[in-house]
């Protein structure tokens, strides 16, 4: 049933004669005649129409048209008697002569004609034959191509035609078609293809009404009419036809609820049944499925849960494609279907953890677009990007950073601390690309809103961390981290292309706001500038000499340590070769590189400079130049980019501000105090590597008010400023020259220990007359030093001990005479004050008592005095090192009078370690340094105090990673196996792989180094730890597999670094050494059986361990290697030891047997046999009695049982040292005769059953490890037992019962033992009632006088 809408406006026609009429205009013309049909029927034409048949012109049929389709045109349904006179002209128009007519007009003018036949007979049609039907609507349908061009004449007619049509919905008629689904099909087919952009809004709505009719009226969309509106939407098409895309969208918005089950069902096909044949869009679902979500998720309905079954196909490709469209669907910006459809979103999750590399990759990158128009799903998300930033493949981390930046940059709220915690690990990742990645993300997001401040102050908060980690990676080891935190610095922290007022400022409250590790990052950045830039200058100068073999030696070496400090080494080396033998061929370019680096070269002349270089080595035919990027990278880092003398005295004003008041400090977050503190560290810092810009009066005045300023580290800061830039002072500024001397004097007597020091080295760097300045400071110094008076004696010391190590000539000799008559006897071997007990091992700087830094400062000032004279022909150096040995083997305690406390005795313990180890690094001291006195200062590293286990192994590190100290004090790293803090051990290794390495590349860089083999190559430190862990004091039976266990952990903590590589079959190597020193003797007791058979034994052990370790070792040793002749005898001609020191199965148990727990420490005490020592009679733990009346001591495996109990202690020294002080008691003297105390090691008693200058432990049942003497048992028997004396060292141990009575008469010779740090093994109430050290039960009367007890440092 057609219906037919009331036509109240018709568009205006053409009649084609030049005149146009309306649908109200109404013309009666007279009818023509009749004219008879072919079927006989006569048909009646319009009046003034003629007959139209084929006999006539083309022309002639268009204009006789034209008339007919007016006829019509004004017809309406009520025309009973014209529709009846008209019928066989109706008929007529659709015979095969119109309908095949090859003329367009006359085609058009008949569909015309036709759409209002089926307008003016509604509701039924004229012709009855469902083929004629078929035949007249596709021919509509092909006349409807005209209007594509809506530019020609004939467009109005065309768009009549489409005009008719969808008002009068006549394609409904074709419901009643069998085939109908093919002039549907047709008919969509070509409204899509002609609608463009020329198309008004009308020609788009009579389109929507006539295909939505169909679609809305119809029994249901077949699966092509379905394929002919959803191919509009497949981007190739959608990117042809713009206008066929929206046209479709809006369709189908239109007629959502009649075509969502069609929909379904295609969809279901496809995806559920894989039926892909059933459309050719089977290939496209997932893009249609995406459009047509943004078209109307209710278009979608049913076809979601068909996705989830897709997510979990097993099919990674299927998978990933799935992903991709449920990506893009819930990372739009619209779409709710992560709230609508909580299922699919979890299950979308779960793809985060896919299996398939590709699936996860996609997951990661709609993460990003989510975050951004998806704020509330950053929860969810969290989580998964976690996961995914610690995946195995390096894509996916990289993107995980890239989603984070990219939102984050968008809008920093977009992303949680937590995402930002991601990108901050991965700046530590293993590969570059990862690394690279989050830390130029972080440095951008620094820049926006730190620097930019784009967000606000929040937002700067959020972010202010940044810096600091950027800065923190200045620490990793490659060379491509270090310029990437150097090129960030230059763009992104502190932009050089700022102007300069604005730069400093910049750099000013950067470095003010930096984390100390940073700052350290950013001194050592600076350094490694100026170090390359030296490189750079002597390169340039050996250019300038003459050619010569030595010449080339030398500049082959530089290029080689250039091309170190560039990205890829290898590659590198090549490059800064062709570099310099362009420089050699080109002078104008030497000149440019030389103003470059010149201390004169702006910030502007650089950026010229670098820009002129980098134009010159251009090739404009290679377009990536390698070369060329690697000598940029050299221009960069060598560039003063941010540093000149405009810039200097920027900085400058900028700290005069803050000392006035007048700068926006607070606005900076940052305190005024703190401003000027680390504007004048930052300008210190500078002074070392810009000094020349520093030279203006104006500066100089600033920094002389800082010198007036109360605050000590700005004082400091400001002198070691002067003394590094004030060369020129004396000749071009004695104004500054005369103000600045009177200060300095002041500070070198009056100020700070570290005022004094930089004054003295300030006066002795600047000043021309500096023995007359020097002399007016060292002798009133020296005048007025008194002992009584500590707090005052720290200063001079300090003063005292710098001026007689710069001026040694002038002042070496009055400084023995204070060093005799106060430093030792007056201040070293007195205790004027008594410490406070309070069990404690280490306390801050400021409850340090003034006695006891003076003391400090004392040992200091004799190392410094040494360290001047550099020689030791008064034999000064033997009394010093006798002096600080004692200090050792007396726990710091001298003169042993009990006054001192613990954690004072832990200072001066570290103070004469550290003493020791500054004077080995100078050769002739080094050669008199016994190997009792190594050994002591080595178990320093043992020590029970958690700070000085700490602080001597960074200084030790310190020299050993200069080369300042010999090769053999790197075995004290092997003793940190035993250490029980898991913190302390690491750094030990670090600080091993660290000495190592340098070594080896220093051999490598410096050919010269071959004749040095001895004190260099890291391997030939095994025997000095062989022979070091030979005399350990806990190593005292050599067949106790506890104790080999031990030693054995301290070999393998050292072999394990040495061994990583084989270089140069270094493994064989090391067994020829272990071999070798078996046919020799111990050079420290060469005629003592039980040490010479302990030596063997831990060479043995050295030997099992490499022999199982590695299996290259038994190949042929490259050279013979030497022994170092202080520790060990020349190997005898007749001598062969081929005995085996462990036997088979002890070589199994400390092989394969379970490994053992880390030892306890020792104390910095294990007592050596030294002169003026008391003896302590000490008994095997087998022979331990009871705790009232014996001497006693636990057997080694005892002690080792003890080990396996202990565990890690956690990083703190703090509770190491505070909660839980170790402490064991100890006896009294057996023997109370005087002891004269000379520290003469050569002196020491040996084959008594009480050898001197060892301590030792014992246990007893209780919680107390008590000591006393055997002449006293009655007393202990029948009276209260005597006050125990508590000393630090192992917990205590269950002791073997039923052993009471064999001690009681027989004591055997005592073993040497340590002190153990360790986490107690006590009860509260234990560690209470032990707290307290009693004093020793001995005869004052029979107590040596402290006149008696002093050390003659004149022997």
């Known amino acids: ?719 070691q400023i002067f003394r590094n830039t004030g060369h020129k002072i004396e000749t071009d500024l004695p104004q500054i020259r005369s103000t600045l001397i009177p200060i300095l004097h002041q500070k070198a007597k009056r100020g700070t220990p570290h005022q004094a020091k930089q004054a003295v080295h300030c006066i002795h760097a600047i000043f021309s007359n500096k023995e007359v300045q020097l002399a007016q400071i060292f002798e009133p110094l020296s005048r007025s030093l008194n002992a009584d008076v500590p707090e005052q004696l720290i200063t001079p010391l300090v003063s005292l001990g710098h001026i007689s190590m710069l001026a040694p000539d002038q002042f070496a000799s009055p400084m023995k005479s204070v060093v005799a008559n106060f430093i030792v006897k007056d201040l070293l071997m007195n205790d004027r004050s008594t410490g406070e007990k309070n069990g404690k091992l280490w306390s801050p700087d400021e409850e340090v008592s003034p006695e006891v830094l003076a003391k400090v400062q004392a040992i200091k000032l004799l190392v410094r005095w040494l360290l001047g004279m550099k020689n030791n022909q008064s034999k000064s150096a033997n009394s010093t090192l006798r002096l600080l040995s004692a200090m050792l083997v007396s726990e710091g305690d001298l003169t042993e009078q009990k006054r001192i406390s613990k954690s004072d005795m832990s200072r001066l313990r570290l103070a004469a370690g550290s003493a020791i180890m500054k004077l080995a690094q100078e050769p002739c001291y080094h050669e008199i340094i016994t190997p009792e006195q190594f050994q002591l200062c080595a178990l320093v590293i043992n020590d029970e105090c958690y700070q000085v286990r700490q602080i001597f192994a960074q200084k030790l590190h310190k020299a050993l990673v200069k080369l300042l100290l010999p090769l053999e004090y790197m075995a004290i790293f092997a003793l940190c196996a035993k250490d029980p803090v898991k913190e302390r051990r690491a750094h030990a290794r670090q600080c091993l792989l660290k000495n190592i390495s340098i070594r080896r590349e220093y051999i490598k860089q410096n050919p010269m180094a071959n004749e040095k083999l001895l004190s260099l190559l890291p391997e030939y430190v095994v025997p000095y730890m062989i022979h070091l862990l030979a005399h350990d004091p806990d190593f005292t039976k050599p067949q106790d597999v506890d104790q080999l266990r031990d030693v054995k952990e301290c070999l393998w903590f050292m072999l394990e670094v040495l061994m990583t590589k084989n270089e140069n079959n270094s493994h064989a190597f090391m067994k020829k050494m272990a071999e070798n020193i078996k046919l020799t003797r111990d050079a420290q007791s060469p005629d003592e059986p039980k040490a010479n058979e302990k030596l063997y034994t831990v060479c043995d052990v050295a030997l099992c361990v490499i022999n199982s370790k590695s299996a290259l070792c038994n190949a042929d040793s490259p050279k013979d290697p030497v022994l170092p002749t202080k520790f060990f005898t020349q190997p005898e001609k007749d001598f062969c030891n081929d005995r085996n020191y462990i036997s088979e199965e002890t070589r199994v148990l400390l092989l394969t047997g379970k490994p053992k727990p880390t030892a306890v420490l020792g104390t910095v005490n294990k007592p050596l046999s030294a002169t003026g020592r008391r003896p302590y009679i000490r008994t095997t733990g087998s022979e331990t009695g009871s705790n009232i009346s014996v001497n006693s001591e636990l057997s080694s495996s005892a002690g080792n049982r003890s080990r396996e109990q202990s565990s890690d202690i956690s990083e703190t020294g703090v509770s190491e040292n505070d909660e839980n002080p170790v402490r064991i008691i100890s006896v009294t003297p057996a023997k109370t005769e005087p002891v004269k105390k000379e520290i003469n090691s050569e002196q020491a008693t040996q084959g008594n059953s009480t050898e001197r200058g060892k301590k030792r432990t014992a246990t007893a049942s209780g919680t107390e490890n008590i000591h006393q003497k055997p002449e006293e048992k009655n007393v202990d028997e029948t009276g209260p037992s005597l006050a125990a004396k508590t000393r630090r060292g192992r917990p205590s141990k269950p002791e073997p019962q039923g052993t009471t009575a064999k001690n009681e008469e027989t004591n055997k010779p005592p073993v040497r033992g340590r002190k153990r740090a360790a986490v107690s093994q006590e009860s509260p109430g234990s560690i209470e009632a032990g707290n307290a050290k009693a004093p020793k039960q001995q005869d004052t009367a029979k107590k040596p006088a402290a006149a008696q007890r002093q050390i003659d440092l004149q022997r």
């Open 1 to 719: 049933m057609l219906h037919l809408p009331e036509l109240h406006e018709r568009p205006v026609e053409d009649c084609g004669e030049g005149k146009f009429i309306t649908s109200s205009t109404r013309m009666d013309f007279p009818a023509t005649q009749p004219k008879p049909a072919a079927d006989g029927k006569i048909i009646y034409y319009p009046p003034g129409v003629k007959e139209i048949t084929d006999k006539i012109t083309n022309d002639e049929v268009v204009k006789r048209l034209k008339m007919v389709v007016k006829t019509f045109m004004d017809m309406d349904q009520d025309s009973e008697d014209e529709k009846q006179q008209y019928l066989p002209l109706a008929l007529h128009l659709a015979s095969e002569f119109f309908l095949r007519n090859p003329n367009k007009d006359v085609r058009l003018l008949v569909a015309c004609c036709l759409a209002d036949i089926f307008r003016i007979y509604a509701p039924e049609a004229p012709y009855t034959s469902h083929d004629k039907l078929k035949d007249i609507f596709l021919f509509i349908t092909r006349q409807l191509k005209g209007l594509e061009d809506t530019k020609s004449p004939q467009f109005n007619r065309y768009f009549y035609l489409l005009e008719n049509l969808a008002w009068v919905k006549s394609y409904n008629i074709c419901f009643e078609l069998e085939d109908c689904n093919e002039i549907f099909i047709q008919l969509f087919r070509t409204l899509f293809s002609v609608i463009n952009n020329s198309h008004n809004q009308k020609v788009q709505m009579h389109m929507l009404d006539l295909m939505s009719s169909i679609i809305m009226e119809g029994d249901g969309v077949t699966q092509e009419l379905l394929d002919s509106i959803l191919i509009n939407l497949i981007p190739a098409h959608k990117n042809l036809n713009k206008q066929a895309f929206d046209l479709a969208k809006v369709l189908l918005k239109r007629t959502v609820q009649t075509i969502e089950p069609c929909i379904a069902n295609f969809f279901n096909q496809v995806l559920v049944l894989g039926k892909s044949s059933v459309s050719d869009l089977s290939e496209h679902v997932f893009d249609l499925i995406q459009e047509l979500f943004a078209i109307d998720p209710h278009l979608l309905l049913s076809v979601m849960p068909q996705l989830e079954f897709k997510l979990k196909s097993n099919d990674g490709e299927e998978r990933l494609a799935v992903v991709r469209l449920l990506a893009k669907l819930f990372g739009s910006k619209d779409s709710d279907l992560a709230t609508q459809n909580r299922p699919l979103w979890q299950c979308f999750l779960g793809r985060f953890n896919d299996i398939h590399v590709p699936v996860r990759l996609e997951s990661v990158k709609f993460a990003s677009h989510c975050l951004m128009n998806h704020p509330d799903l950053a929860k969810d998300l969290t989580e998964y990007l976690k996961v995914r930033s610690h995946d195995p493949e390096e894509a996916i981390r990289h993107d995980v950073i890239v989603t984070i930046i990219t939102a984050g940059k968008r809008d920093l709220s977009l992303v949680n601390d937590q995402l930002l915690g991601f990108v901050r690990e991965r700046t530590l990742d293993k590969r570059w690309r990862v690394r690279k990645e989050a830390m130029m993300g972080l440095a951008q997001l620094y820049k926006k809103y730190c620097l930019h401040a784009e967000a606000g102050k929040d937002a700067a908060e959020k972010v202010s961390w940044i810096k600091d980690k950027l800065l923190h990676i200045y620490y990793q080891n490659s060379i491509d981290d270090k310029l990437l935190v150097e090129k960030i610095f230059a763009q992104y922290l502190v932009p050089h292309n700022l102007e300069t007022e604005e730069r400093m400022k910049c750099l000013y409250y950067l470095y003010a706001s930096l984390d100390p590790n940073a700052v350290k990052a950013l001194n050592e950045m600076w350094k490694c500038q100026n170090m390359l830039r030296s490189h750079v200058r002597e390169l340039l100068d050996l250019h300038k000499q003459p050619t010569s073999e030595a010449n080339s030696a030398a500049m082959f070496g530089k290029l080689m340590t250039i091309a170190k400090n560039l990205p890829d080494p290898g590659k590198a080396q090549d490059f800064v070769k062709k570099f310099n033998q362009v420089l050699g061929d080109d002078e104008k370019l030497r000149s440019q590189l030389e103003l470059l680096i010149s201390p004169t070269c702006s910030c502007k002349q650089a950026d010229v400079c670098v820009r002129e270089i980098a134009r010159k080595l251009a090739n404009p035919k290679q377009p990536t130049n390698p070369f060329l990027e690697m000598v940029k990278f050299l221009l960069e880092r060598i560039a003063p980019v941010h540093i000149d003398s405009e810039a200097i005295s920027a900085l400058v004003k900028l700290m005069n501000k803050s000392i006035e008041g007048t700068a926006d400090d607070e606005e900076e977050g940052v305190s005024p105090d703190t401003a000027i503190r680390a504007g004048l560290e930052l300008l210190k810092v500078l002074s070392f590597t810009h000094p020349t810009s520093f030279h203006s009066a104006e500066t100089y005045e600033s920094l002389l008010q800082c010198l007036r300023m109360e605050d000590d580290k700005v004082a400091e800061a400001a002198i």
